[in-house]
C-alpha cells in the first residue's frame, strides 16, 4: 500500500501530461501530491530535508540557467543566421548524400543538441537533411536519431540531476553513461543504413562517424569531464569528417561569415574547457562559478548578440519560452527530490522484484517518452532505479547510467518532438498526421529496442 502511494505523484504527472497539460502544471501537481503524502505517510526530520536541500537546491539553480541561456543562445544563432551559414557550407561540401546524413546525424545534430539543448538540433539537422535530398519522412526520423547524445544535451542538466539524486559523482557517471551509450550509437547507426541503404563504401563511413563520435565522447568524459563532453565527441566528427569532404572535393567554402557564425561555439568549447583546467589547479567558489556550464553559455550568448539587431525581441522571445520549460523541469526536480529524500523511491523500488534490473531502464524511456526530456526522466526515477539496485545488491552506477542513457534517446519519441521534426521537414503548411504517425511509430520502435538492449545488457553485466 505505501508502495502504491509513493508511486501516485508520478502517475498524477504523467495522466495530466498525457492529457496535453503543460509539464510545468503536471510537474507542480506531482510536487503538491508528494508534499502532502510526505506530510500524511512519509514523515521525515526537517533537518534531513535542510541538509539535502542545501545540497541540491543550487543545482535546480543551476539547471535553469542552462537551460535559459541555452535557448536565448538558440535564439540568438537563428536571428543572426548561423545555423543557415554552416547548413550551406555542408550541402555545398557532402561529396555523396549518405556521407552528408552521417555528418548529420553524428555531428551536426548532437553538437548543437550538446550546445542548447531543447530538441533545437532536430531544428537544425531537418532542414540540412532536405538538402541533401532525403525524403520528408527521411529527413524528420534521421533529424530525431541524431538525439543521440542526449545525456550530453546542454551540458548535461539531465545526467547531473541523476548524479545528485544517485549520490553519485557526476563525471563517474559521464564515463559510465558513455559506456554503455555504444547500445544507442549502435542501435541509431544500424537505423540509419537502414534508412538510407547506402553504398559498401558511404556504410562504413556512417558507421566510422558513429564510433568515432562514440569514443570522442568516451574520452572527453573520461579525461575532460561530462558537461563538455557531447561537444567535443560531436565536434572531432564535424572536423574530421569535415577535412575529408575538402580534401576529396578540393572544396573550403571557408569564409568569414562561416567564421562568425561558428565563433560563439567556439567561445563556448575553449572558454568551458580552459576554465575547469583552471579550477582543477586552483580549486576556489570564484573558479568553480567561472567553470560553470551557464557561465560560458552567457558568454557565448554575448557573442552570438554582436551581429544581432534586435538583441532585445530575441532576449525576451526567449524567456518567454524559457518560462514554461524552466518551471516544469524546476518542478520535476523538485518532486524527485522531495521523492528520493523522504524514502518514496525507495518504497516505489519495493515494487519491482529484486534481482529484475533489466525493467529500469524502461522507466526512464517511458518518463522521456511522456516529458520530452531525460531532465524530466531521471527526477522521476532515478531514486526508485538506485532502490532498485540496492535491493538487488549491485552497484547503483551501471543501473543509472543504463536508465540514463535509455531515458537519454527516447526522447527522440516524445509525441511533441516528433511532430515538431516532420513540421521542420514541411516547413510550407500544417504536418501531415500520416507523416506524423510514420515517424512516431518508427521512434517509438528505436526507443523501444534501445531500452530492451540496454535493460538485457545491465541485467547480465551487473
Known amino acids: 500500500m505505501t508502495a502504491l502511494l509513493a508511486l501516485a505523484p508520478i502517475v498524477l504527472a504523467i495522466v495530466l501530461l498525457v492529457f496535453k497539460q503543460p509539464s510545468w502544471i503536471s510537474a507542480t501537481a506531482g510536487v503538491i501530491a508528494a508534499t502532502v503524502l510526505v506530510a500524511l505517510f512519509f514523515p521525515t526530520p526537517a533537518a534531513t530535508l535542510t541538509e539535502a536541500g542545501a545540497h541540491y537546491f543550487p543545482l535546480i539553480l543551476e539547471v535553469a540557467l542552462i537551460l535559459l541561456f541555452g535557448m536565448a543562445l538558440a535564439r540568438l544563432l537563428e536571428a543572426a543566421g548561423s545555423m543557415r551559414e554552416i547548413s550551406a557550407w555542408v550541402e555545398a561540401a557532402a561529396p555523396s548524400r549518405s556521407l552528408g546524413v552521417a555528418l548529420v546525424v553524428f555531428g551536426l545534430v548532437p553538437f548543437a543538441e550538446s550546445v542548447t539543448g531543447f530538441g533545437i538540433g532536430v531544428t537544425i539537422g531537418v532542414p540540412v537533411l532536405r538538402l541533401l535530398g532525403c525524403s520528408l519522412r527521411q529527413s524528420a526520423i534521421l533529424g530525431l536519431l541524431g538525439l543521440i547524445a542526449v545525456p550530453w544535451g546542454a551540458l548535461g542538466p539531465g545526467t547531473t540531476v541523476a548524479a545528485a539524486l544517485a549520490g553519485l559523482d557526476v563525471d563517474a557517471l559521464g564515463v559510465a553513461t558513455a559506456w554503455v551509450n555504444a547500445i544507442p550509437v549502435i542501435i541509431v547507426a544500424a537505423s540509419v543504413i537502414l534508412i538510407m541503404r547506402p553504398s559498401l563504401v558511404s556504410a562504413l563511413g556512417i558507421i566510422a562517424a558513429a564510433a568515432l563520435m562514440w569514443t570522442g565522447i568516451l574520452i572527453a568524459s573520461i579525461t575532460v569531464g561530462m558537461a563538455p563532453a557531447g561537444i567535443i565527441g560531436s565536434l572531432i566528427v564535424i572536423v574530421a569528417m569535415g577535412a575529408l ?100 523511491s525507495a518504497a516505489i523500488g519495493t515494487l519491482l522484484p529484486a534481482g529484475l534490473i533489466l525493467m529500469t531502464p524502461w522507466l526512464t524511456a517511458t518518463g522521456a517518452v511522456v516529458t520530452g526530456s531525460n531532465t524530466g526522466a531521471n527526477s522521476m526515477f532515478t531514486g526508485t532505479i538506485g532502490a532498485v539496485a540496492a535491493a538487488s545488491h549491485v552497484s547503483a552506477l551501471p543501473v543509472v547510467a543504463a536508465g540514463n542513457a535509455a531515458g537519454s534517446l527516447a526522447a527522440l519519441a516524445a509525441p511533441p518532438r516528433v511532430a515538431m521534426a516532420v513540421q521542420m521537414a514541411d516547413p510550407s503548411g500544417p504536418a501531415s498526421a500520416d507523416d506524423v504517425s510514420w515517424a512516431q511509430g518508427r521512434a517509438l520502435l528505436v526507443a523501444g529496442l534501445n531500452a530492451l538492449a540496454i535493460g538485457l545488457w545491465i541485467q547480465f553485466t551487473t
Not at 567553470?291 to 525576451?316: D, G, H, K, N, Q
Not at 518567454?320 to 521523492?339: E, K
Open 245 to 344: 569532404f575538402v580534401a576529396r572535393r578540393r572544396f573550403t567554402g571557408f569564409t568569414r561569415r562561416l567564421g562568425i557564425a561558428v565563433l560563439p561555439y567556439a567561445t563556448l568549447t575553449v572558454g568551458l574547457l580552459l576554465a575547469r583546467a583552471f579550477a582543477s589547479a586552483v580549486p576556489s567558489p570564484l573558479t568553480r562559478i567561472i567553470a560553470s556550464p551557464p557561465f560560458w553559455l552567457a558568454a557565448a550568448c554575448l557573442i552570438a548578440a554582436i551581429t544581432v539587431t534586435s538583441r532585445r525581441t530575441v532576449a525576451l522571445s526567449a524567456a518567454r519560452s524559457w518560462l514554461p520549460i524552466g518551471m516544469g523541469t524546476a518542478a520535476f526536480m523538485l518532486m524527485g527530490w522531495i521523492m528520493t529524500t523522504t524514502g518514496m
